[in-house]
Nanobody
Framework: QVQLVESGGGLVQAGASLRLSCTVSGRTFRSYVMGWFRQAPGKEREFVVSIDWIGVSTYYTDSVKGRFTISRDDAKGMLYLQRNSLKPEDTAIYYC???????????????????WGQGTQVTVSS
């Protein structure tokens, strides 16, 4: 079992940048697809971005393309989400997740992820 702990959330103004981190412990996550999801107030959790096990292939939801960048450092057991040009609609609890099984491709399907962090709150003021 892998444990995930997010950090880096907070309150920022629109247009600011903020990097979220996810510390991964337990089993190695080298062969696993990693992802970020978010849940805005009153809404269901939604996919944000996914990265493959070698850190080359990524898949972003349209609303964050060009503003968010995902990366991973397997040696350090870390997953990152750099977010630029933040908007009020980016306000949400952000979760990192690891796939249930080793996958050879990125996936936006929540059901493909079996390990989740507790989430970190990000609030973007206008």
């Amino acid at each position: 079992q892998v444990q995930l702990v997010e950090s880096g959330g907070g309150l920022v103004q629109a247009g600011a940048s903020l990097r979220l981190s996810c510390t991964v412990s337990g089993r190695t996550f080298r062969s696993y697809v990693m992802g970020w999801f978010r849940q805005a107030p009153g809404k269901e959790r939604e996919f944000v971005v996914s990265i493959d096990w070698i850190g080359v292939s990524t898949y972003y939801t349209d609303s964050v393309k060009g503003r968010f960048t995902i990366s991973r450092d397997d040696a350090k057991g870390m997953l990152y989400l750099q977010r630029n040009s933040l908007k009020p609609e980016d306000t949400a609890i952000y979760y990192c997740a690891a796939s249930r099984l080793p996958l050879d491709r990125v996936t936006p399907r929540e059901a493909d992820y079996g390990s989740w962090g507790q989430g970190t709150q990000v609030t973007v003021s206008s």
